[in-house]
């Protein structure tokens, strides 16, 4: 991956394209925590989180860094949803949503981040808005993000000669660099 936008891009398409009923993905900055000062957002939501557990250096500023995804999943529910109660439908499929966020992504590669596994499942406080699990994933990325990147330019100025090259002359600070081909 170039950048982290790529990971974030290519989880949320997946996210949209297994997940139809979902109605909203975005970054995870404890929004649930915040239902009255966020902006309204609807339901159900997953939001992603990203954490490294871990980077080696492999060449030229890329890292292979075994990450955590964290998704967390909100339904807002202020109805019981205990057994026999009239909206214990709702919690039926928000349990099911679970499942199947967990097997949109469990065993799965893409192409900014090899297979994930969960590794963490569980419940997370919502201030009492709603249903919110949170899933964790782990996998492992390439992060080529700090890479140095070479932009290609025409050279037009080349003259090639047969004729002996002269040494220029230098003081001891300068660099010489000769190409002799």
């Known amino acids: 991956m170039e950048a982290w936008t790529d990971l974030y891009n290519e989880i949320a398409q997946r996210i949209n394209d297994k997940l139809p009923e979902v109605s909203w993905v975005d970054l995870w900055h404890e929004q649930v925590s915040y239902l009255t000062e966020e902006i309204p957002f609807p339901t159900p939501a997953v ?56 097997a949109a992504f469990h065993g799965v590669s893409g192409e900014h981040f090899q297979t994930m596994r969960r590794v963490d499942m569980h419940r997370e406080e919502s201030g009492g808005s709603g249903n919110l699990y ?37 003081t001891d600070d300068e660099p010489i660099f000769i190409l002799h081909v």
């Open 47 to 102: 939001f992603i989180g990203f954490n490294t557990n871990g980077c080696n250096d492999l060449s030229q500023l890329i890292q292979e860094c075994d990450l955590q995804v964290d998704m967390y999943l909100f339904f807002e529910s202020f109805g019981d949803t205990y057994h026999g109660a009239y909206n214990q439908g709702n919690a039926i499929d928000y349990l099911r949503l679970l499942s199947k966020l967990h």
């Open 134 to 170: 949170r899933i964790s994933f782990n996998c492992n990325v390439e992060d080529a993000s700090a890479q140095a990147e070479f932009n290609q330019n025409e050279v037009n100025d080349i003259t090639i000669s047969d004729e002996p090259i002269e040494r220029p002359s230098t």
